[in-house]
């Protein structure tokens, strides 16, 4: 990358996660640091093609750290698949004198900033941001933590009512293609089993399971299902094969659904929010583009962006010895 970066946009992109108002704070800043000026991107790629874009500076994004959410919002855009609508918005870049561009997002939103590099040589870098923490070449990624944590109050919540009852619940939370969020969430707040879609436990090794943990002595049982879990047909195809097979539970089903995007995030991901909007600025002033951040072993590190779009974040199965032992 050879043009000197003086004029950085940011974005959020894909699914909202905890921590992109930090992300976007720690970029604005530090572009502001080193004198340089900073614009948002108004709903992604979809914003760049509607030239939606508005000037941050220092105050812009005061009493942004602690909310949720995206204040520049987010959209999934059908228009930046086609290259006329990444030909406008390349238009739009260049009218409104940007020299590079930070995403923060998903695999799909890198691949759109790969693409865009790939065209018109727009220097991109990536901040990693979803809860669903299946992106490789980060240990971590922004809105993780906090929705662990939202998913673990909520459990502890429902276990209340369960013992109350002697009731079976089945616990659906986020995770189409990765268990990140069931196996923590599903050992942080005890529960007696966990399905991911990265094992098939099988329904009757899930019922086998259930009819120990009534034989020592359980009245009231905890299952977190991710919702990509393959273990059945869905969460409620669950609940009414084990009321059929095990007529003595007394079950229930509590989606969590879009409750563990929200919310004020955690002080783990703010900080690491901070150290990846700040680097994310470093890289592009250093000349380097086309690469995400991440975090590893509590250090900031970078990796090509065509790496993370197509590796895989292999999960931890060790967890799920951990979890069987911790669930007798």
């Known amino acids: 990358m050879s043009t000197k970066v003086t004029k950085i946009a940011v974005m959020t992109s894909g699914g ?5 108002n930090a992300a976007v704070r720690a970029v604005v800043r530090a572009c502001v640091f080193n004198n340089i000026e900073c614009m948002g991107v108004l709903r992604g790629y979809q914003g760049l093609i509607d030239n939606e874009l508005i000037p941050l500076d220092s105050r812009s994004v005061r009493n942004t750290i602690s909310r949720g959410g995206t204040f520049l919002q987010t959209a999934r855009s059908a228009a930046f698949r086609t290259p006329e ?12 004198g940007l020299d590079a561009l930070i995403v923060i997002g998903g695999d799909g939103s890198f691949t759109g900033g790969m693409i865009f590099n790939k065209e018109f040589k727009v220097p991109v870098i990536g901040i990693p941001g ?12 922004l809105g993780y933590d906090t929705a662990l944590n939202t998913v673990v109050e ?18 659906e939370v986020m995770g189409r293609d990765a268990g990140f969020i069931a196996l923590n969430a599903g050992i942080g707040a ?15 090794r899930l019922v086998e399971s259930l009819e120990n943990s009534k034989k020592s002595g359980k009245t009231s049982s905890i299952v977190v299902v991710a919702e990509g879990d393959k273990t059945g047909k869905g969460v409620f195809e669950l609940k009414d094969y084990v009321e059929k097979n095990m007529p003595e539970y007394d079950v229930r089903v509590s989606v969590l659904g879009h409750m563990q995007r929200g919310g004020s995030p955690s002080c783990f991901d703010r900080v690491l929010a901070g150290r990846l909007g700040v680097k994310a600025v470093d890289l592009l002033l250093g000349g380097q583009s086309n690469l995400m951040v991440g975090i590893n072993n509590n250090e900031i590190t970078a ?26």
């Open 130 to 141: 979803t809860i669903d923490n299946d992106i490789y070449g980060t240990q971590f990624t």
């Open 303 to 328: 990796i090509n962006l065509e790496k993370a779009v197509k590796l895989h974040h292999d999960i931890n199965m060790d967890l799920l010895r951990v979890a069987d032992i911790l669930s007798i």
């Open 16 to 20: 909202d996660a905890p921590g992109m």
């Open 85 to 96: 609508g990444r030909e406008q918005a390349y238009k739009n870049f260049k009218a409104n």
């Open 190 to 204: 005890g529960a007696e089993e966990i399905l991911i879609p990265e094992e098939n436990l099988g329904i009757e």
């Open 154 to 171: 909520a459990i502890d919540k429902i276990r209340d009512t369960a013992s109350s009852h002697n009731r079976l619940f089945f616990v």
